[in-house]
């Protein structure tokens, strides 16, 4: 229906009246305007993406700086290397000061600067508009409704730095909102969010800049390849076709000794050498066909023999048939095997995705205690309760990596051994505690079973710490009111520990494969290993790992394993 559509259209008809340079020169026209439009539909969205790339790592960069010059602002301060050097400070107060009159005079792209709030959302710094220091912006809203500056201080601090994109008065009209993406870090002894922002309609502008002169140029080279086309067919088309016509007449008027000449050896060339080839074949034919009528038998043996070459002929070609089908289907299997290669190796970059999310909490704890532990203001019990927890976190890092081993190989050994359930969840929730409260969720232990079980006790951690580190990312909206609660009961020969929360429940797009490997939604990072894993250290211990879920009202998972996993 389509095509006869296209046959009976107004536009093909035109054109196949055409000449064959003007079809040419039409054809080259509209496919060079059309290769044009596919690459501007693939490079522009690429240019704009480099451009905003390009802006953020260049904040992040100047920020970072900064951060750089506070952190051996500290190192003066715990070195005491103001002994040697009066012009250094003295005092986290003088550093603080010192650092507050350099920002204020800091400026980079010309008018770009740099602004600071502490821990609670209050400006302790902006260059611009000094009125504002000392307030608190944490409920201040953008032309959007949303609150950036709570978003900066939240995530600055849960991961030490963060990108927030929000629509903010103009730099050059304060009565004009524009797009802007602020970069912001973390410098946690200070307790200060160095932030600088970039405002994104330069970048738009650049690039709808970039698009009318690609345009203009584009236009100018289609014109000008469409006219060197309509040459080159003008020069090279029309001689050897008039002189093929001419042949062709000459031919049909029984000349056949006219021939061809053209002083080409392209399709064209060729084309006039098999027309004097046909020539020469028609001036064979006649003499053949009177050769025929004086010996008919002759002429029979001859083209016998001619069709045995033929039969001959096509047997090879049969031949050589299966041989291409053969290797065809060879080809399809390097295929099949190819693309399951592709297939195991996208599954490993989802499961070194994983990796990376599951140490991303432990290496910034180890970062942070470090810090801590270094410091000189605090005692040596306070400094070796620090370097306790990092030889803990150090621990993790060595069972986590022994867990994905036991992943690859397809295997789990457990180490049992008896513990304390009390002791054990006091060790667990003793760090997880901070966590908890830096996000305002209310901890709740309530351990009605604390007697002796037998476990791997640094699989069944993991365990815990993903349930609750999930518990953390789903309540972690700036909402209040949210509580996350420990029970522990014995029932006949078992124990059974829940772990709840009043989150906004489990997605039901989720619910049927939560437990699948890879399996994940609203993660930045996430893989849905986690799960998988969890699940399958509780079944080597010969338990359950089950859930309750309901949207709007909260999660409860529940691990049963028996008082004695090596039974």
């Keep these: 229906m389509f095509i006869r559509f296209l046959e009976n259209s107004y536009f093909l008809k035109y054109f196949h009246n055409l000449s064959i340079r003007k079809k040419i020169f039409l054809n080259g026209f509209l496919a060079i305007l059309l290769f044009s439009f596919v690459i501007f539909i693939k490079i522009i969205p690429l240019l704009e993406r480099e451009k905003h790339a390009e802006r953020q790592g260049r904040i992040k960069a100047v920020v970072n ?12 301060l715990r070195q005491k290397e103001w002994k040697t050097d009066s012009t250094l400070p003295q005092t986290i107060v003088e550093a603080k000061k010192l650092m507050i009159k350099q920002l204020r005079q800091m400026r980079y792209d010309k008018t770009e600067f ?72 973390y410098f946690w002894s200070w307790d200060w969010i160095v932030c600088s922002g970039v405002f994104t309609q330069d970048i738009e502008d650049s690039v709808k800049n970039v698009i009318y002169f690609a345009s203009f140029y584009v236009l100018l080279t289609s014109v000008t390849v469409s006219i060197m086309l309509l040459l080159f067919v003008y020069l090279y088309f029309k001689i050897p076709f008039i002189k093929l016509l001419q042949g062709m007449k000459e031919v049909k ?58 039969l001959s002929y096509n047997a090879n070609l049969m031949k050589a048939l299966e041989v291409k089908m053969i290797e065809t289907e060879r080809d399809k299997k390097e295929i099949e095997k190819l693309a399951e290669s592709r297939k195991k190796l ?12 599951d140490i991303k909490n432990p290496i910034a704890s180890v970062k942070a205690l ?18 306790e927890l990092i030889f803990r976190e150090a621990e993790r890092l060595n069972d986590m990596a022994y867990e994905i081993l036991d992943f690859s190989k397809g295997e789990l050994l457990l180490d049992l051994s008896d513990v304390s359930l009390k002791e054990f969840i006091d060790e667990i929730f003793t760090f997880l505690k901070i966590d908890f409260e830096h996000l305002g969720i209310n901890l709740l232990i309530d351990l009605h079973f604390d007697g002796v079980i037998s476990v ?61 490997a890879f399996a994940t939604e609203g993660k930045i990072y996430g893989t849905g290993l986690g799960l998988f894993m969890s699940k399958w250290i509780i079944e080597a211990h010969k338990g359950e790992l089950k859930y309750k879920t309901k949207k709007g009202e909260g999660t409860t998972f529940s691990i049963f394993l028996p008082l004695n996993s090596g039974e």
């Design 65 to 76: 700086s900064v951060v750089s010059l506070m952190d051996y602002y500290e190192h003066v």
């Design 114 to 185: 740099f602004f600071v709030l502490d821990g609670n959302g209050n400006v302790v710094l902006h260059p611009l508009k000094p009125e504002l220091e000392g307030s608190n912006l944490l409920n201040i809203q953008d032309k959007n409704g949303e609150y950036p500056f709570k978003k900066i201080v939240m995530q600055s601090q849960r991961d030490f730095e963060t990108t927030v994109s929000y629509v903010w008065e103009s730099k050059y009209n304060s009565v004009i909102f524009e797009p802007q993406i602020v970069y912001a870090k």
């Design 253 to 310: 008027k029984g000349n056949l000794d006219h021939k061809v000449i053209l002083p080409f050896e392209d399709e064209l060339g060729y084309f006039a050498n098999q027309f004097n080839i046909m020539v020469e074949y028609r001036k064979e034919a006649e003499r053949k066909i009177n050769d025929f009528n004086l010996s008919l038998d002759k002429k029979v043996k001859e083209r016998t023999s001619e069709l045995q070459k033929l």
């Design 346 to 357: 996208s599954m490993i970059g989802q499961m070194v995705a994983g990796i990376v999310h």
């Design 370 to 387: 470090s810090e801590m532990a270094n410091s000189s203001e605090i005692g040596r019990e306070m400094r070796m309760e620090y370097l």
């Design 456 to 516: 791997d006790s640094n699989r069944l951690r993991r365990v815990i710490i993903n349930l609750a580190k999930n518990a953390m990312e789903v309540m972690n909206d700036g909402k209040t009111g949210y509580y996350f609660k420990v029970n522990s009961v014995r029932q006949d020969n078992q124990f059974i520990l829940s772990l709840a929360d009043n989150g906004p429940g489990i997605p039901i797009s989720l619910e049927e494969k939560i437990f699948e």
